[in-house]
């Protein structure tokens, strides 16, 4: 439960200020508390450490995935631009496609290792069937990838 609660803050925390200095500082802060309240805990509720790493890769996730929402919805304020050359507007959409990339492979990855700590442990750690559950609509973004890259290349052929 600490670190379903960890994974909810974390979030919050680091998608309300998305890619800042102040950001990264207090996700750290937040993650850095809770390793020190579980090192601190009776055994019974502590959670081992691999399962931490988990639950801090499912957290960086969502928080990943949800300052990529926020991001799309509202935009940063920019200046206005006078008319652009062609190849200036053809950066633009390379950049926004670089952006939409790099977001989707860091939630791919991190759903990834995360998922992946859990199935090797579901077995010896209850834990794990939750962490799982946590990273569905992770894996749920690995499965429309995979589905959309085989698509893509039965079409073209």
Not at 51 to 61: E, I, N, R, T
Not at 101 to 117: D, E, G, K, N, R
Request: hydrophobic content about 60%; glycine content about 4%.
């Amino acid at each position: 439960m600490l670190w379903t609660i960890h994974v909810a803050m974390f979030s919050v925390i680091f998608s309300a200020l998305p890619a800042s200095p102040l950001a990264c500082a207090s996700a750290s802060g937040v993650a850095i508390g809770f390793v020190v309240v579980d090192a601190f805990s009776s055994r019974t509720f502590r959670t081992p450490g691999i399962l931490g790493v988990s639950f801090f890769a499912a957290g960086l996730a969502y928080a990943v995935a949800t300052a990529f929402i926020v991001l799309v919805n509202f935009p940063p304020p920019a200046a206005p631009k006078p008319p652009l050359p062609f190849w200036s507007v053809a950066s633009s959409i390379a950049d926004a496609i670089a952006l939409v990339f790099l977001y989707t492979i860091t939630v791919v990855a991190c759903t990834l290792v995360s998922s992946s700590i859990a199935l090797l442990t579901i077995r010896k750690k209850r834990q794990s069937k939750w962490l799982l559950l946590l990273n569905a609509p992770g894996v749920l973004l690995c499965v429309w990838i995979c589905v959309a890259i085989v698509y893509a290349n039965l079409v073209e052929e």
